[in-house]
């Protein structure tokens, strides 16, 4: 005969915890949690997946409250949740019951009583304490992104035309010496065999004037 698993003692504390969690969100009455009854932040780990199965069935106001709840326990009784706030799976679970407008009004309250810097989605709020705030600083932090890209791109196309211009500049050479590998490599590295040199000449003059122009019609791996 089979029996079922006993719950987790600590998943079951957790859980039994949740309906007072609710009453503490709709009544900020730190008293319907006793201090004995405290668990550590870490401790809702054991539930990090199973939010969805703990508030099966309810309605939206009450996952609602339950996040309230656990906006407030953090604020009140100092349990730090961290980086792995419960509060990002319900907020997620929230946000698909309900339209957009509402789950926007509700994140800015969250972050409004939040001493949490990764809720309500669970990603860096950067200290935001309203929706409004937060978006100026993710758009701030994107146009700091793009400003960087910018710069780095900058100094690629600078350190690719400092390469071409120095290959350009030692292409005569390699062609009065005849070394077709040299010259391969260096029009590969972008070298430009018109361009006129202090001489007067261009590579390609210099090419035709050997006979061996044709070298300069390479591809990317120096072949002819």
Same mark, same amino acid.
């Given at each position: 005969m089979n029996h079922p698993l006993k719950p987790d003692p600590m998943e079951q504390r957790i859980?039994?915890?949740?309906?007072? &969690?609710? !009453? +503490?969100? *709709?009544?900020? %009455?730190?008293s319907v949690i006793g201090d004995a009854q405290l668990p550590n932040s870490w401790d809702f780990g054991v539930l990090w997946k199973q939010w969805d199965r703990v508030v099966d069935g309810w309605e939206a106001a009450q996952v609602a409250d339950l996040i309230k709840g656990l906006t407030y326990f953090e604020r009140m009784f100092d349990r730090q949740f961290g980086s792995v706030p419960p509060v990002a799976n319900l907020f997620r679970i929230y946000a698909s019951m309900v339209d957009s407008n509402e789950r926007d009004r509700f994140a800015d309250w969250v972050l409004r009583n939040?001493?949490?810097?990764?809720?309500?989605?669970?990603t860096s709020n950067?200290?935001?304490?309203? &929706?409004? !705030? +937060?978006? *100026?600083?993710? %758009?701030?932090?994107?146009a700091r992104k793009q400003a960087?890209?910018?710069?780095e791109q900058a100094r690629f196309e600078?350190?690719?035309?400092q390469k071409s211009m120095q290959a350009t500049e030692r292409l005569p050479n390699a062609l009065r010496r005849r070394d077709a590998k040299a010259v391969a490599a260096l029009i590969a590295k972008g070298a430009d065999a018109d361009a006129v040199g202090p001489s007067g000449q261009s590579a390609r003059a210099v090419a035709r004037d050997l006979g061996i122009e044709a070298w300069l019609a390479v591809d990317a791996t120096g072949n002819q």
């Open positions: 859980i039994d915890l949740v309906p007072l &969690l609710v !009453e +503490l969100g *709709r009544t900020t %009455d730190r939040t001493v949490n810097d990764y809720t309500p989605y669970g950067h200290g935001a304490r309203s &929706l409004e !705030e +937060l978006d *100026r600083k993710e %758009d701030a932090r994107f960087t890209a910018a710069r600078d350190a690719r035309s």
